[in-house]
């Protein structure tokens, strides 16, 4: 009988990613630091390094790390963040062999200069139109996170995007995100034709994680529908959307909106300084929960998956029980349709 590994999407991620298996580590701000890349890669899948907002020298130390360790990884750049043209330029003067762009949606110039110098590029797809176009602007590969994910998320949920994107684009490689934390989802994913799939929640929890324990503790007791999409108050301050466990940090990201808001309409602050204020807030409240263990005031960043997932283990466990479920599933559907 065969297993999940024999697939023919499997294989493509695994070429595609240069890995035993097509499992990417998502990128998560203060949390995908070096060790959890390191310990992603050490478990056969593909560790993604967050640049968030850090200092480029910082940014640069990371990475030099990672290539003076041998590790196959990948830097995750936001779009939106104050740094992130500086991030873009050094990422592309080390060579990172993988630039994945999140956040927003970068443009054909900055893809076309990270592929020039030899980078794979891959690109968040939140709707079939932005698929389109990140694949005519150049991505050699798509990840799908439906807005179940937690951080920076779009509107739609992944199962409409399976739908509208992995179906409709069968030449270009394409990760599945969002509402993944088990080894049968994983496999009937593989089945529809994913080349690969990417978690976050399930790998912040992980041993290998450096988050504070108390963020740990607070994923472990979280349900699904605790992870609440924070909305957008008016169209004069346009917010991407974040996915986090309610907490008083997130009302206060409310008054914030609400007083940047103002500061627009009396023009004490442009459009995008008050968008730079945003990504600030969630940048210094992600720090305070994942480094502090204020899960009070913090951000929690997490996604709906928080509600299945309930153990903290080591990386490897979680790849190899993940694994294990994913093959078990396959080997029940062979039998169903034999």
């Not at 890995?19 to 890669?41: D, F, N, R």
Request: net charge neutral; with cysteine.
């Amino acid at each position: 009988m065969k297993s999940l590994q024999d697939l023919k999407y499997w294989k493509k991620g695994q070429v595609f990613l240069d890995v035993k298996s097509p499992m990417l580590s998502g990128a998560m701000t203060w949390i995908s630091s070096t060790s959890l890349v390191k310990a992603v890669s050490d478990a056969g899948g593909f560790g993604v390094l967050a640049a968030g907002n850090m200092p480029i020298d910082l940014l640069a130390k990371e990475i030099e790390l990672l290539k003076r360790e041998g590790i196959h990884f990948g830097v995750n750049l936001i779009t939106i963040a104050p740094n992130y043209l500086d991030h873009l330029h050094k990422s592309i003067e080390m060579k990172v062999p993988y630039i994945v762009f999140a956040g927003s949606f970068p443009r054909k110039n900055e893809i076309r200069m990270a592929k020039k110098e030899g980078a794979r590029v891959m690109c968040f797809a939140s709707t079939q139109s932005i698929a389109q176009r990140m694949i005519e602007y150049g991505a050699d590969a798509l990840i799908l996170e439906g807005n179940e994910a937690g951080g920076h998320i779009g509107h739609v949920s992944t199962i409409i995007l399976i739908q509208q994107v992995l179906f409709n684009f069968p030449d270009i490689p394409i990760f599945v995100a969002g509402g993944i934390a088990t080894g049968k989802m994983i496999a009937h994913l593989f089945l529809m034709g994913a080349s690969g799939i990417q978690m976050g929640t399930i790998f912040a929890m992980s041993e290998e994680s450096p988050a504070h324990n108390a963020f740990k503790e607070r994923y472990k007791k979280a349900r699904a529908r605790e992870a609440f999409a924070t909305p957008q108050y008016d169209s004069a301050l346009p917010i991407v959307a974040v996915r986090a466990i309610k907490n008083k940090g997130t009302n206060d990201f409310g008054k914030l909106q609400l007083d940047l808001l103002n500061k627009i309409k009396n023009k004490e602050i442009s459009r995008l300084e008050a968008q730079f204020e945003v990504e600030k807030f969630w940048a210094d409240a992600l720090r305070k929960a994942v480094q502090d263990g204020d899960v009070q005031y913090g951000s929690l960043m997490a996604g709906q998956s928080v509600g299945l997932v309930d153990d903290i283990k080591s990386v490897d466990n979680i790849f190899n029980d993940l694994l294990s479920e994913a093959n078990r599933e396959f080997e029940n559907i062979q039998k169903l349709i034999s």
